[in-house]
């Protein structure tokens, strides 16, 4: 498809699991961002890339929390040790580049926790 | 530090009846401002974005933001809704790169 694709869309796991979430950007989009939307609040920035690299992961919230791009395409996300908390709807976004601000959005994977 | 306030959680507007939404912001340099919306079902969609120049900005679905430094508001207009304008809207800050900070979001709800 030509947007931003997100698997898997629902994802429900147990405490203490290991989850891995990913993201295919737009083709020729070289930034792609992550962020995480609780329930009745905004987008969470977690972690922007620029091309392979993570140009900025200030928001991942602790270590138990990854993410990866390695050939500056696909990305995943990997969170360790879940925890209730990380209940959440995972974000992934793609901009062209790092200048327009205009960030492309998946529809998320809902991550549950139980 | 920045944030980003949108004092209304929730809105009821007739559709054909003119809508504001509200964004305060705070932020250390120079704002970058967006408008995003969130549709059931859908992604997050740019409405529009200001960086410099004119503050009333025009965007997609007929909607228009004003910039206005001395209020630190970017709030949302829309002259006439649709009841295809029923969504969540998020105003945003951030730099150009993406690291942008989300307000909590303001419901819309359109009635006939």
């Known amino acids: 498809g030509a947007g931003v694709s997100q698997t898997p869309s629902n994802k429900v796991t147990e405490k203490g699991k290991y989850v891995e979430l990913r993201c295919d950007p737009i083709s020729g989009h070289t930034a792609l961002y992550w962020y995480r939307q609780s329930l009745g609040q905004g987008p969470e920035f977690l972690i922007y890339f620029q091309g392979t690299g993570a140009a900025d992961d200030s928001g991942l919230p602790n270590d138990r929390f990854f993410a990866v791009r390695p050939e500056g395409s696909v990305s995943t996300l990997k969170i360790q040790r879940t925890e209730r908390g990380d209940s959440a709807v995972y974000l992934c976004?793609?901009?062209?580049?790092?200048?327009?601000?205009?960030?492309?959005f998946g529809e998320g994977s809902r991550l549950t926790v139980l | 530090a920045q944030s980003v306030t949108q004092p209304d959680i929730h809105i009821t507007v007739s559709e054909g009846a003119s809508l504001e939404l509200r964004c305060n912001y705070s932020?250390?340099?120079?704002?970058?401002l967006f408008w995003y919306v969130q549709s059931p079902g859908q992604g997050l969609q740019l409405l529009l974005k200001?960086?410099?120049?004119?503050?009333l900005v025009q965007g997609i679905k007929g909607f228009e933001a004003e910039f206005k430094r001395s209020q630190s508001s970017f709030n949302l207009r829309k002259p006439s809704v649709h009841w295809s304008d029923a969504a969540e809207y998020f105003c945003a800050v951030g730099p150009p790169w993406g690291k942008l900070q989300f307000g909590a979001g303001t419901q819309v709800v359109v009635t006939p």
């Open positions: 976004a793609s901009s062209p580049d790092s200048q327009t601000g205009e960030l492309f």
């Open positions: 200001y960086f410099s120049g004119d503050t």
């Open positions: 932020y250390g340099a120079t704002p970058y």
